[in-house]
């Protein structure tokens, strides 16, 4: 049974658009969402979180909204950038565990 | 820099043989680390969280015997495959929780373990 889902595998944006990548889950006993990069063959890079508390948090050009009453997780970018290209992982702390998604590959076309 | 190092980067070796693999936290002390596997476009799957001096937890699923885990210092945890098979062969990745933070936000850059 799959916590977390992010519906969408893939998703091309072209540059200086904004992407948006979503994320949806089931259990809302969670402390912290968190967003996360990675590139094939790494380990996944830290983008930015949200208390289960706020709503939104902003940083440079992410932002990410929570909806809790629709238990939904978004990631905005904007600008987006050819260097954005990476799969992106929503995941979800709680009970000292992170859970993550499936993950969205975003590809950023020139 | 990197705040959480993982040592080796890519293992190649025969059926049988035993494997370790470290994850160093380098700016911080780690009390908790979490051990993940990966497989090819799936997700991270949470293997086992490893609490410094304690026994590791272990999720439904993943044989203890068969991966072992020890976090004897604040900044070191090994997971150690034991007599690994080609079933075995995975993108491991560790993480260390940051309790001033409150979030695990480092990641090593994972371990390619491939079991010939």
């Known amino acids: 049974d799959q916590q977390v889902k992010q519906n969408s595998p893939s998703l091309s944006v072209q540059e200086g658009r904004i992407s948006i990548l979503n994320c949806d889950y089931t259990?809302?006993?969670?402390?912290?969402f968190l967003w996360y990069k990675k590139y094939p063959a790494e380990g996944p890079t830290f983008l930015i979180s949200?208390?289960?508390?706020?709503d939104k948090n902003e940083d440079g050009r992410f932002t990410v909204f929570l909806n809790k009453s629709a238990k939904h997780l978004s990631l905005h970018i904007v600008p987006s950038q050819p260097g954005d290209s990476a799969v992106y992982f929503c995941?979800?702390?709680?009970?000292?565990?992170?859970?993550f998604g499936t993950g969205t590959r975003l590809t950023i076309i020139p | 820099g990197a705040v959480v190092s993982q040592h080796p980067s890519w293992v190649i070796c025969k059926s049988g043989t035993s494997v370790k693999i470290e994850c160093r936290s380098l700016?911080?002390?780690?009390?908790?680390m979490f051990w993940y596997r990966q497989f090819p476009k799936q997700s991270l799957m949470l293997m086992a969280t490893?609490?410094?001096?304690?026994?590791?937890?272990?999720e439904q699923g993943v044989e203890k015997d068969k991966f072992l885990i020890n976090h004897a210092s604040l900044t070191l945890s090994t997971l150690t495959v034991t007599s690994a098979h080609p079933e075995d062969s995975s993108f491991y990745i560790c993480?260390?929780?940051?309790?001033?933070?409150?979030?695990?936000?480092?990641f090593g850059d994972g371990t390619r373990l491939s079991i010939l």
């Open positions: 490893s609490n410094e001096g304690s026994k590791a937890t272990y």
């Open positions: 993480s260390a929780l940051d309790r001033v933070v409150g979030q695990p936000q480092h």
């Open positions: 700016d911080f002390q780690a009390t908790t």
């Open positions: 995941s979800l702390f709680g009970n000292e565990k992170l859970t």
């Open positions: 259990n809302s006993m969670f402390d912290y």
């Open positions: 949200i208390s289960s508390i706020k």
